[in-house]
C-alpha cells in the first residue's frame, strides 16, 4: 500500500519559474525522503529530511517538514528542462528501512 | 561498481515461464532492497536483506516469489509459473548501513513483460 500521496498529479511550467510539490503521509515517520526519476531509469535520491527538522535545502532545493500536518514539499528554485521527471516522496513508516512511496508528481519543464 | 546495476533491462517471457533478475549493488553496501513499480504508480516495497539475511520478505506478491543474496552481495529476485499480472518494472536499491534513514540508491531496474 502507498504511505504517501503526492499533489498535484502533473505539474507543467516554463524554465525559470519555481515547482512546488507537496506530499501527505498517513502515520508517524522517522524521516522522508524526496527522489527523483527520469522516464525509464531509476529513482535519484535528492534530499533527506528528519522528523525533528522543519527546513532543509540542497542547491536548488528547499524541503519543508510539518509533522504535526503529517505533510511536506518539495520547491525547486528556477527550474531547468533537465528538471523533468516525476518526483517521489518516501517515509520509512512501519519497518524504518523499508521506503513507502507516494504515486509521484510528473513534472514538465518547458525551455 | 560506481553504482547498482540490474541486469536484464528488459525480460520478456510467456506466461508460466521462470525468470531470474539480477541485480549488483554498490560494493561494500550491507542493506539491499527489492521494489515492484506499476506503470504510473511509485515503487512497492518487496524484500530486504541486511548482508545475506534477508530480515523481511513482507511485501512478495506470492509464494511464486523467491529472492537470495548468498554471499551477501548480489542478489537474485526470481519468478516462478509468471502471470501477466507479474509486468512491472522490477527495481534494486542498495544502502551503505543497516539502519533507517539513510538514502537508497537505485539500479535503472528491469523491466518485466508477460505475454
Known amino acids: 500500500s502507498q504511505q504517501g500521496e503526492e499533489d498535484p498529479q502533473a505539474l507543467s511550467i516554463q524554465e525559470g519559474e519555481n515547482a512546488t510539490m507537496n506530499c501527505s503521509y498517513k502515520?508517524?515517520?522517522?524521516?522522508l525522503q524526496w527522489y527523483r526519476q527520469n522516464s525509464g531509469r531509476g529513482l535519484v535520491h535528492l534530499i533527506l529530511?528528519?522528523?525533528?527538522?522543519r527546513e532543509k535545502h540542497s542547491g536548488r532545493l528547499r524541503v519543508t517538514l510539518d509533522t504535526s500536518k503529517k505533510s511536506s514539499s518539495l520547491l525547486i528554485t528556477a527550474s531547468r528542462a533537465a528538471d523533468t521527471a516525476s518526483y517521489f516522496c518516501?517515509?520509512?513508516?512501519?519497518?524504518?528501512?523499508?521506503?513507502?512511496f507516494g504515486k509521484g508528481t510528473s513534472l514538465l519543464v518547458t525551455p | 561498481g560506481a553504482g547498482v546495476s540490474q541486469s536484464p533491462r528488459y525480460k520478456v517471457a510467456k506466461r508460466g515461464q521462470d525468470v531470474a533478475l539480477r541485480c549488483d549493488p554498490i560494493?561494500?553496501?550491507?542493506?539491499l532492497f527489492w521494489y515492484q513499480q506499476a506503470l504510473g504508480q511509485g515503487p512497492e516495497f518487496l524484500t530486504y536483506?541486511?548482508?545475506?539475511?534477508?530480515?523481511?520478505k513482507s511485501g512478495l506478491p506470492s509464494d511464486r516469489f523467491f529472492a537470495e543474496r548468498p554471499e551477501g552481495s548480489v542478489s537474485t529476485l526470481k519468478i516462478q509459473r509468471t502471470q501477466q499480472e507479474d509486468s512491472a518494472v522490477y527495481l534494486c536499491?542498495?544502502?551503505?548501513?543497516?539502519?533507517?534513514?539513510?538514502?537508497?540508491?537505485f539500479g535503472d531496474g528491469t523491466r518485466l513483460s508477460i505475454l
Open positions: 536499491a542498495s544502502s551503505l548501513g543497516s539502519v533507517g534513514g539513510q538514502p537508497q540508491h
Open positions: 529530511i528528519r522528523s525533528n527538522e
Open positions: 560494493s561494500g553496501h550491507v542493506s
Open positions: 536483506f541486511q548482508n545475506e539475511a534477508q530480515l523481511d
Open positions: 518516501a517515509t520509512d513508516a512501519n519497518s524504518g528501512y523499508a521506503l513507502n
Open positions: 502515520t508517524s515517520i522517522n524521516n
